[in-house]
């Protein structure tokens, strides 16, 4: 648990730190980085799994139901996010792999990087695309392409509420 909130306490302040100008989200990058997993899913051993609003609602279900206290009050945050979707192509070939991290690198700009963290030769990138105000983000994208994970949450996710979050957490 200390990990995950140290880890949104690095979001949270690199999103703070997006200038004005890349505020304005005009590319849905949420639903291009969902294609190009589609696209690659017909791959051998690129697995894809898309929650949608459904598949939400059973997970919300159930997390409510597990009792967790920490999960059940994160659920609170996740209460606007209409789908994730989740890659693990850890078991393709390396030259699909590089394929698709290059791909991947095409669609996602260094704009939106919140945070690169690198630990044992992995590298892990957290991209958040921030709604027109400032105060959601729209599509948040988890990439660790040297173990083959992608994971994409769309919808709204308000900045505020994860930062009351963070901050009853943190004591």
Known sequence: MRKTVITLLLVLAALAAIPDSASAAVV???????SLM?????KRDFQV??????????????????????????LKL??????????????????VKNSFAERLSNVLTRDYLLVEAKNSGETV???AIPTSDGENISDLIISAPGSGALVCVSGFINV??????LDSHSK
Not at 38 to 42: A, L, P, R, V
Not at 54 to 65: E, F, Q, Y
């Open 125 to 127: 990138r957290i991209f």
């Open 49 to 74: 799994v898309n929650l949608g609003r459904l598949g939400m609602s059973v997970v919300r279900t159930a997390i409510r139901r597990s009792g967790q206290k920490d999960a059940v009050e994160m």
């Open 38 to 42: 589609t696209e690659y899913s017909g």
């Open 28 to 34: 849905d990058y949420g639903m291009r980085v969902t």
């Open 78 to 95: 996740l209460k606007d996010v209409k789908r994730v979707s989740i890659a693990d192509f850890s078991d393709c070939e390396p030259a």
């Open 160 to 165: 505020q509420d994860v930062a009351a979050f």
